[in-house]
């Protein structure tokens, strides 16, 4: 009995640790799919289409769209939709979504480049944002109001983790000032703060999983 005990006791605190271990581990595993398969789409699009810059859509800004959820469906389908392995696409307000054949879920803004991914469909019911949501985006050009100066790092013809007014150190990646570092509280610049990592959850992640 005594060493069935100690068992328990054993298991109820190393349960804990292994089930973070696993969630990190699919987290990881996840974002670093869906940034190949997104790139990959793009750059197959490239290849047919020329550079992005010619085919990028300018959608405005959010709050202040000028493309319809309908119109951001058909630029996506043309351009990247079609090099994905996708299980099913939902419509909803301002958005649409994207059911990827892994479990991952990608949903786009009627304004295109802010995206956000979903690790699985729990995610949709429970989003915790530097968890199991993170912030990317498809930002190729300047859109219509936005500023040079503060996308620096964020204006690429690629699929990246989500930056806005950073100054590429680690430490603002953590905190930034404005909200949007990992630590602070949009959590928005985790993605980004994995990649930097090397596609890793460093000791000092901020969040628990």
């Excluded at 690429?156 to 930034?176: A, H, I, M, Q």
């Excluded at 990649?195 to 000092?204: A, F, L």
Aim: hydrophobic content about 35%; some cysteine.
């Amino acid at each position: 009995m005594i060493t069935l005990g100690i068992i328990g006791v054993v298991a109820s605190l190393t349960m804990p640790a292994l089930i973070a271990n696993h969630k990190k581990q699919e987290v990881v595993t996840k974002l670093k799919k869906v940034y190949s398969v997104m790139n990959q789409a793009i750059n197959a699009s490239v290849a047919e289409y020329g550079d992005v810059e010619s085919w990028a859509m300018d959608c405005g800004q959010s709050g202040s769209s000028t493309c319809s959820t309908d119109e951001t469906i058909v630029w996506f389908n043309t351009y990247i939709g079609k090099h994905l392995q996708i299980a099913s696409l939902e419509k909803d307000k301002d958005v649409f979504r994207i059911y990827l054949n892994d479990g991952g879920i990608l949903e786009v803004t009627n304004y295109i480049y802010d995206m956000g991914f979903y690790v699985n469909k729990k995610a949709l019911l429970n989003k915790k944002a530097g968890v199991n949501h993170f912030a990317f985006r498809f930002n190729p050009v300047l859109v219509t109001g936005q500023e040079e100066s503060v996308n620096k790092y964020t204006v690429k013809p690629t699929f990246e983790p989500y930056t806005y007014s950073w100054d590429g150190t680690r430490e603002k990646l953590l905190k930034n000032g404005n909200k949007y570092g990992c630590a602070e509280e949009y959590h928005a610049f985790c993605a980004k703060l994995i990649q930097y990592e090397g596609w890793q959850i460093p000791k000092d992640y901020p969040l628990r999983f």
